[in-house]
């Protein structure tokens, strides 16, 4: 049972435009989100977290909003550069373990 | 200040064996978990330890197991190796708050053959 869910496994976009990253969650009791980007062969870089009684955070070009009735979050990335290509990770924080979801493998094209 | 370091970052080994992988988190902080990454399950949880205490753990069988020193350092341990323990292994520290940003190390990349 996935309680962290990326339907997107990829995203593509053209340098400039905004990234949308989408992530949904079935476990309520969750109150602490969080958004990690990871290349290959490397760990997760913390980007942005969000508190549960928080509906957008912003940190520069990163913008976490969460949706609780929807039981959604997403991550935008405005403007979006080739340097963003990566795999991004949305994650549960329970009691101190971090729940996962599959990832989304962004591509920012020139 | 420095990141999180783990120890080995490859190691091959074959099945029937046991590994023991190494961990050092960012200097103050006292929670290290870890964490198994493959390409068929992703990221999960193995297991945290607070205070040389074990607060977490995730569903891993018994042969993975940990420990964590005075000095916050820690290890994870697995026993008879399967071929499907080949994975990225992956350490974070964060301070000592249940919620809060977890920093990972680069992870060492496990082979059982």
């Known amino acids: 049972d996935q309680q962290v869910k990326q339907n997107s496994p990829s995203l593509s976009v053209q340098e400039g435009r905004i990234s949308i990253l989408n992530c949904d969650y079935t476990n309520s009791m969750f109150d602490y989100f969080l958004w990690y980007k990871k290349y290959p062969a490397e760990g997760p870089t913390f980007l942005i977290s969000?508190?549960?009684?928080?509906d957008k955070n912003e940190d520069g070009r990163f913008t976490v909003f969460l949706n609780k009735s929807a039981k959604h979050l997403s991550l935008h990335i405005v403007p979006s550069q080739p340097g963003d290509s990566a795999v991004y990770f949305c994650a549960a924080s329970q009691g101190g373990k971090l729940i996962f979801g599959q990832g989304t493998e962004l591509s920012v094209k020139p | 200040k420095a990141g999180v370091t783990q120890t080995p970052r490859y190691l091959i080994k074959t099945r029937g064996q046991q590994v023991t992988l190494s961990c050092s988190p960012i200097s103050g902080h006292r929670s290290v978990s870890w964490y198994q990454q493959t390409p068929g399950q992703g990221l999960q949880f193995l297991f945290e330890?607070?205070?040389?205490?074990?607060?977490n753990k995730g569903n891993f069988p018994g042969r993975f197991s940990g420990r964590q020193f005075s000095n916050s350092r820690s290890e994870m341990n697995v026993s008879t190796l399967e071929l499907g323990d080949s994975a990225l292994y992956l350490c974070a520290s964060s301070l000592a708050l249940a919620e809060g940003e977890q920093f990972f190390g680069p992870g060492t990349r496990l082979t059982v053959l």
């Open positions: 969000i508190s549960s009684i928080k």
């Open positions: 330890y607070f205070s040389e205490t074990q607060r």
